[in-house]
């Protein structure tokens, strides 16, 4: 069974900065590529950050880049989210997600970790 789970998340002031981890386990054939998505209260989940598996090509909404990067570690089937000078609009709970191929939708969630920015 595949699982993904993330960790990291807390209350930071603005202008703080929060490192989240998704560690991947179970059988997973093949992985194309990762991302974090995240969900603020009454609002529609929203892409943050995708990075490919193979070759670390990363790719980012207007809303982080610059502040954020993702990075991964294939040796722990992990991937991470530095969140630098963050924002209370930046406050949703995070996700992470896994696809298989590059055509295929993302297929495997984790359970998501809450961020909180106060102002």
């Known amino acids: 069974q595949v699982q993904l789970v993330e960790s990291g998340g807390g209350l930071v002031p603005a202008g703080g900065s929060l490192k989240l981890s998704c560690v991947v386990s179970?059988?997973?054939?093949?992985?194309?590529?990762m991302a974090w998505f995240r969900r603020a209260p009454e609002k529609d989940r929203e892409f943050v950050a995708s990075i490919t598996w193979r070759d670390a090509g990363t790719e980012y909404a207007d809303s982080v880049n610059g502040r954020f990067t993702i990075s991964r570690d294939n040796a722990k089937n992990t991937m991470y989210l530095q969140m630098n000078s963050l924002e209370p609009e930046d406050t949703a709970v995070y996700y992470c997600?896994?696809?298989?191929?590059?055509?295929?939708?993302?297929?495997?969630w984790g359970q998501g970790t809450q961020v909180t920015v106060s102002s």
């Open positions: 179970g059988r997973i054939l093949t992985t194309y590529a």
């Open positions: 997600a896994t696809k298989q191929f590059r055509w295929s939708s993302f297929g495997y």
